[in-house]
Every structure is written in structure tokens, then in C-alpha cells.
Nanobody
Framework: QVQVVESGGGSVQAGGSLRLSCAAS????????MGWFRQAPGKEREGVAA????????YYAASVKGRFTISQDNAKNTVNLQMNNLKPEDTAMYYC?????????????????????WGQGTQVTVSS
């Protein structure tokens, strides 16, 4: 069983930055995908960014491209999401999800159903 834990959420003013981290324990393989999703009150959960550690390929939703950066820290076995120039519409609960094994598509998995294990979420609040 893989356990996924997010950290780094908080409150920030518009234009500010936050860094989210995601650690997955219980997985021993070297290749996996990690995705970040978010859900705002009254809205459906949406994919934000994803990374496949096998080749470093990344995916970003159009709404965050150029502002968010997803990266892997092999030394700590974590995936980070650097969020810059935050906007009030980025306010949401952010979830990290893990999918073990190889991924053979050009872009990492971006759909919820493609991930197996989920964290409890971390709140990000951006005030105007």
C-alpha cells in the first residue's frame, strides 16, 4: 500500500508564491507518475500538473502554465509543485496522487482515474 502525504499549503496574497510537496512511501520502484489536482468549493476536481519520473516529462493545465512548476527530488523521493504569481482563483484543496510503474505515453497521466493512491489534500488560499 502506497501512502501519499502532501505538505506546504497555506494562505498567501495574490501575486505570492507557495511550494507544495508530495511524498509517497511504500513504493519501491524507480518509475512512477505523480499528479497534482485541485478542487475548489462547488467545483469539480481538476488536474493541475503531473510528472513521470521515468523520463521527466511533465504536464500542466492551461490555467497554470507559466506560473506553476512541477519537479522531482530524487534524494528525498518527493515531487514538488512550485506555485508563483498565485491568483484568487487558485484557491482550492490541492491533492497529490500516485501511479506506480512505467508510463509509455508522451505526456504523464492527467486523469484522476489513472492514479491509484491519493493524499488527504492541503489547502491553498489566495486572497486578493
Amino acid at each position: 500500500q502506497v501512502q501519499v502525504v502532501e505538505s506546504g499549503g497555506g494562505s498567501v496574497q495574490a501575486g505570492g508564491s507557495l511550494r507544495l510537496s508530495c511524498a509517497a512511501s511504500g513504493y519501491t520502484g524507480s518509475k512512477y507518475s505523480m499528479g497534482w489536482f485541485r478542487q475548489a468549493p462547488g467545483k469539480e476536481r481538476e488536474g493541475v500538473a503531473a510528472i513521470y519520473t521515468g523520463d521527466g516529462s511533465t504536464y500542466y493545465a492551461a490555467s497554470v502554465k507559466g506560473r506553476f512548476t512541477i519537479s522531482q527530488d530524487n534524494a528525498k523521493n518527493t515531487v514538488n509543485l512550485q506555485m508563483n504569481n498565485l491568483k484568487p482563483e487558485d484557491t482550492a484543496m490541492y491533492y497529490c496522487a500516485h501511479r506506480g510503474g512505467s508510463w509509455y505515453m508522451a505526456s504523464p497521466p492527467r486523469s484522476e482515474v489513472q492514479y491509484n493512491f491519493w493524499g488527504q489534500g492541503t489547502q491553498v488560499t489566495v486572497s486578493s
